[in-house]
């Protein structure tokens, strides 16, 4: 682990009590870049009180390395390398690489780190019999929970999380499994055999041969919508302290075993708040039904007394265009010209909606723009892939993001269990009353 990166500033700000006149020094720590955190680990210990921040929208609740985002800015950098360079020049494992070792890797070790994902991308062949537990109709997203959570039944010999070796394999088999459990998953929901993975294939043409290969004849993989799906899964990877990664982060904290805290990021992604969003837009879209309904929509999500959100719009940070959307959005377009899709009446929908948000004053002043999240969905539904089957591959990409945030809590010299406290407003002291005299 490099040393923490972060300088501290001694008594940068003083506390005052006004109703005892009692101050309290706090120090500042300043990162390399982004907003200084005010280091309030004394504090109850000092005057008796806790921070309030339910949503943690003012609270840092880790030191990291890996993802920077700014928000009023756009930018989001992947262990300092901006998202539009790596989306444009790299490819999905050497992004996993980078963000779990933190460099680029020479070529040597990116043939290294290829060789060790594809020897893992098979699953134990007991695992398949797991999959048929479930009904046919599941969603994908609920089958790749319970089966993510499985894996710990199955890999005893990586869930020593205080062994670098056990981090060091059970990394790797997440990575390298999650395409396979994905592609798995989707393929039961459709009553078609299971496919092994290829080792001749890169990670986004496994992913996609592994989907919707035919093994009645030969699957070609169109280069063009593997090299989509890698970029969208290279947008997709990592992200700071999300909803997901933070409870990967809170799970893992406890000691729990890898991949059951990577279960309980599935579960966390899969809210239409956070990854479930992508199946939400187009559940969105189609429920519009056509471009004259638009205004109806956008009059809904103003409303304050109406719970109908612009689903693929806004985000707790970015509060300028998500710097990804901007390449989601180029890769729309790619991918629907290189499928000769002309006029998609989702994408066309999609644009006309993006356009009356973005000159609204409702969304102007609350600075809500297109996420990553909105295009997402448009672009697998070009690709066939069912809406179903949209936050999976969301989860396929975010797991290195878990991963290398995982390891990075673990050898965290300073990491503790997560143990939020609260703010009580429930009943004082009362004493027990038999049945009989309750009224
Ligand atoms: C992801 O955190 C991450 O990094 C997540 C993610 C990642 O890579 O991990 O980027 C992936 O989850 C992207 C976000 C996908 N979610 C959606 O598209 C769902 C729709 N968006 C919203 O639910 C909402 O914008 C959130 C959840 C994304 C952000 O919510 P916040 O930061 O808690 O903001 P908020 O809900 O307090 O909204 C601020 C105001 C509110 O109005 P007021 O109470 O101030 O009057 O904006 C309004 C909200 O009502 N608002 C919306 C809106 N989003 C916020 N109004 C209509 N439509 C919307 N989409």
Redesign the pocket.
Known sequence: MPEKMHSTEKAAFTLTDNRSGTSYDLDVLKGSTGPDVIDVRKLYADTGHFTYDP?F?STGSCESDITF?DGEEGILRYRGYPIDQLAEHSHFLEVCYLLVYGELPNADDMEKFETRITYHTMLHEQINYFFRGFRRDSHPMAIMNGVIGALSAFYHDSTDIADPVHRFIASTRMIAKMPTIAATAYRYSLGMPFTYPRNDLNFSENLLYMMFSNPCEEYKVNKILARAMDRILIL?A????????STVRISGSSGANPFACIAAGIAS?W????????E??LTMLEEIGSVDNIPDYIAK??D?NDP???????????KNF?P?AKVMRQTAHEVLGDLNIKDDPMLDMAMELERIALEDD??VE???YP????YSGIIFKAMGIPTSMFTVL?AVA?TV?WVAQWNEMIEDPTQKIGRPRQLYTGSLERNYLDVTKRK
């Open positions: 949503g929208t985002i997709h990592d992200h700071e302290q999300n909803a997901s990664t992604l809210g239409p708040a956070h990854g479930g969003a992508n939400a837009v999500a103003k304050k109908f959100r612009l689903m693929g719009f806004g985000h707790r940070v970015y998500d990804r409702y969304f609350k600075k809500l996420n990553v999240d909105f969301f975010r993001g």
